[in-house]
C-alpha cells in the first residue's frame, strides 16, 4: 500500500482504528468525502494479499465476494459514508479502504477494524 500512496496513484485521507468485541455491530464511517453524489467503494484487505469490495452507485449497492448483504450494510448522507458490520466475529478484522474517484484519481480512507476480547 504505500508504494501505491508514494506513486501518486492514490491519495490517503485518514486512518483510523475501530476496536469492537466479538458479537457486536461495528459502524466504520468515513466523512468529509464529497459535497455530490458520487460512487462510493468500500474494500477490506483479506490475508495481506486479497482485496474484497462493494461499492455503491449512489442509489443501489453491489456486494461482491467478501461481503455479504445480511452481514455487511453500506449507507451514507452524501458527505459520511457508513459501513456496518453486524455481529462481527474475529475474522472481520482486518484494514478496511473507503474512497471515491475525483479528478481520475482514487481518494481513500483507511480503517482498522479490531475485534478482540471474549463474546
Known amino acids: 500500500m504505500l508504494n501505491l500512496i508514494k506513486s501518486n496513484w492514490i491519495s490517503l485521507l485518514q486512518s483510523q482504528t475501530v ?23 468500500w474494500f477490506r484487505l483479506v490475508n495481506q494479499t486479497q482485496a474484497r469490495f462493494m461499492f455503491e452507485n449512489t442509489k443501489s449497492v453491489s456486494y461482491c465476494d467478501g461481503f455479504q448483504s445480511g452481514s455487511f450494510e453500506m449507507s451514507s448522507n452524501i458527505t459520511t459514508v457508513f459501513l456496518t458490520i453486524k455481529q ?13 474517484y475525483t479528478s481520475g484519481r482514487p481518494l481513500f480512507s483507511v480503517k482498522h477494524l479490531k475485534v478482540q476480547g471474549k463474546i
Request: charged residues 10%; hydrophobic residues 40%.
Open 88 to 100: 462481527v466475529a474475529v475474522t472481520d478484522s482486518g484494514l478496511y479502504f473507503c474512497g471515491f
Open 19 to 41: 476496536k469492537v468485541q466479538p458479537g457486536g455491530d461495528a459502524t466504520l464511517l468515513c466523512s468529509n468525502f464529497s459535497s455530490f453524489p458520487t460512487q462510493i467503494i
